[in-house]
């Protein structure tokens, strides 16, 4: 499964952006999907995640309420939308494909990646 992140960019606070994951082929349909973050000099982080019909979803404590991560298995696409930016929410921003259906935050769960893209919040 080859992933491609798009739709970062640069914006103020208090604004939003709608990341989007195209995955190569349908198998993505069957694996959980993850958002995952790096900012510079910081470990990658979990972000968001989905199970592979999107009933269930999990949220870094600091972006719930804020973030909301969907899928379309039909376009085999996974998007971010984001509200209410802050800037500790700068960073590189990464999709990823679980070697399993459920959802997880454990980046050692997760297969393939895709190559990021940035987000920049500006105060």
């Known amino acids: 499964v080859q992933l491609q992140a798009f739709g970062g960019g640069s914006v103020q606070a208090g604004g939003s952006l709608r990341l989007s994951c195209a995955a190569s082929?349908?198998?993505?349909?069957?694996?959980?999907m993850g958002w995952f973050r790096q900012a510079p000099g910081k470990e990658r982080e979990f972000v968001a995640g989905i199970s592979w019909n999107g009933s269930s979803r999990q949220y870094k404590d600091s972006v719930k309420g804020r973030f909301t991560i969907s899928r379309d298995n039909a376009k085999n696409m996974v998007y971010l939308q984001m509200n209410s930016l802050k800037s500790e929410d700068t960073a590189v921003y990464y999709c990823a494909a679980a070697r399993t259906a459920s959802v997880s935050q454990q980046k050692a769960l997760y297969q393939y990646w895709g190559q990021g893209t940035e987000v920049t919040v500006s105060s």
């Open positions: 082929r349908r198998t993505s349909s069957n694996n959980g």
